[in-house]
């Protein structure tokens, strides 16, 4: 499960994407350097040809090599979904996953129109396969969208079918197809004028992700081109009434959902799906028209976390932690053990990331490389203070 958007705004393309995950699996976000092409490289089950990588920020899972969603210099940002297709996922071969796709694709792309190429080749020539989980047999086929500040695509897949089209002003995926004869691109196995549809499997039902789809397309088309960062952090933390908990804004909260009903209605952008899924990580970037690049990375649930801002490639050390993911850990199940507690979380929370914002922000006013690196360097601390307090 996940739910990932894009919005084009005055100056630039914001991203957005929750990861969700099983619950007690620990996702980290990490800096990576340049590498030289040559040689192979290991994704989870095969090798690959290196062709050498830009530097990037991104967050996986911590057994997984791949990623769930990621940055890179070039200011290309991408995520996966997983989706249910007519195909049958455990009848094929360990290949690669849509967390490899999503990192190959970040270390080789310098745009989306670029990104979209090296994934269908990837796609194409290795296919997907292996389990996307630890714990148990779990093959799924991905969806992505890949934005860059001038646009980007939406990529369903089933096996080694795709169909592309343009994200446009912005745009919203989850858990299901969602192209029709509105593609502009697929594989050649796809006919023209097919409905892409055709490969949606009847058997899982849409409302997984329609319900989550309503939320994150909302944002995008309710407010548009006067869209910010903050609002899409409000968006991510969606528990299914409404957009809460903007960094800076009055303090609101929108309780923890307290099940999933018969409507799945209680399937949330913020997923707290008790025992089996929740919202592990999560990302906004802002992909700046003038090149200029800058990211607010969370571990653990939206609601009970801080979006810390960083400046790719430089990312607070502390989040590639997996201690760090846990301490968000216990604090999500506080507030899903007590309703109650998410109002003293957030209290404690909310404050510390509107000051990080604001400086981060005066940081970035600056334009000076030092500056955001210094901020970078410091910016968990005063999260770190808040934890302790906290008792995580």
Known sequence: MCDTLCVRTSGAMLFGKNSDRPVHEAQVVESYGRRPSGGSVRTQYIEVPDAGAHALVGSRPTWLWGL???VNEHGVAMGNEKVWTVDDPHALPPALLGMDLVRLVLERACTADDALDHLTSLLE??????????????????????????????????????????VGAGTSISNRISLSTDWAR???DVAPGTDFDRWRSRTAPTA?????????????AERGATTNARDVVATLRHHGQTSWGAPGADLTISPVPDGVRDDWSGVTVCMHVRDYQATTASM?????????????????????????????????????SPSTWERFELLRDRVEADRDA??????????????????????????????LDRFVRTAFAPVDAALEMLGA
Do not use: K, M, N
């Open 284 to 320: 906004v970037a802002e992909l700046g028209d003038d090149g200029r690049v800058r990211a607010w990375t969370c571990l653990g649930s939206p609601c009970a976390s801080v979006y810390v801002p960083c400046f790719p490639p430089a990312v607070p050390i502390e989040l590639a």
């Open 186 to 188: 697929a594989s050649a």
């Open 68 to 70: 769930e969603h990621g």
């Open 342 to 371: 998410l109002a003293e979380v957030r209290a404690l929370l909310a404050p510390v990331e509107a000051e990080l914002w604001d400086e981060a922000d005066a940081c970035w006013a600056s334009g000076e490389r030092a500056a």
């Open 125 to 166: 020539a290795y296919g997907q396969g292996g389990s996307g989980e630890a714990d148990h047999d779990e093959p799924y086929f991905s969806s992505f969208l890949v934005v860059d500040s001038g646009g980007g695509w939406v990529v369903e897949t089933s096996a080694r079918t795709w169909a592309a089209r343009p």
């Open 208 to 220: 997984i992700a329609d319900h989550r789809l309503r939320a994150t397309r909302s944002c995008v």
